[in-house]
């Protein structure tokens, strides 16, 4: 999954003009700020197929958590977190790549217990 993460990280960083340093979000638990982040986040989750059709995949994140997980308690905890969010995560309108920012609040806000994505 790293890897995959990384691949696609780099592909989005240079389709939305992120600098280095505002890349360097994917490997935090930070709230995006600005369009760029907040659009990043949205290609890297697409890249991942954690978006899909312009909504949050219930399915893509399901198979994100088959590919990252091996435990059965860790597996558990992820399908929980990809459930709630799946029931919170809407687009806004008017804010430009909002799904990039509302994954990353639901994932932050309840995937304390879950190891989602790399860190630095």
Excluded at 12 to 31: D, M, V
Excluded at 74 to 98: F, R, V, Y
Aim: hydrophobic share 35%; charged share 30%; aromatic share 6%.
């Amino acid at each position: 999954v790293k890897e995959i993460v990384q691949n696609v990280s780099k592909k989005c960083a240079a389709e939305t003009k992120a600098s280095p340093e505002q890349a360097k979000i994917i490997l935090t638990q930070n709230i995006p700020k600005n369009d760029v982040e907040r659009c990043y986040l949205q290609c890297v989750y697409s890249g991942v197929g954690v978006i899909k059709d312009g909504k949050f995949s219930q399915e893509g994140g399901n198979k994100l958590v088959a590919m990252r997980f091996h435990d059965a308690k860790e597996k558990e905890l992820a399908k929980q977190l990809i459930n709630t969010c799946a029931k919170e995560i809407k687009a806004k309108d008017g804010e430009k790549c909002s799904l990039g920012k509302g994954i990353r609040q639901c994932f932050v806000a309840h995937g304390k217990e879950v190891n989602f994505f790399p860190h630095a």
